[in-house]
């Protein structure tokens, strides 16, 4: 797949896709400090999760000529 062809209507599944794998960091942030024996897995994967999903949605923003 090349990235730099990709269309408007690509653009918004990828931040989409960003914007999902983001909540679903949020989401473990939250469980991972409501649990106390998954607080540092918990943060970790969350952090992780946010941080790969922004990449992601930044990359449909930019290349799908959304911006």
Avoid: K
């Avoid at 983001?22 to 473990?28: R, V």
């Amino acid at each position: 797949m090349n990235i730099l062809a990709m269309t408007r209507h690509m653009g918004i599944r990828y931040e989409e896709l960003g914007f999902l794998v983001a909540g679903a960091g949020g989401l473990l942030l939250a469980f991972g400090n409501a649990v106390p024996f998954a607080r540092r897995s918990g943060a970790l994967l969350g952090g992780l999760a946010i941080a790969v999903g922004m990449v992601i949605a930044i990359v449909g923003v930019h290349y799908g000529r959304l911006g």
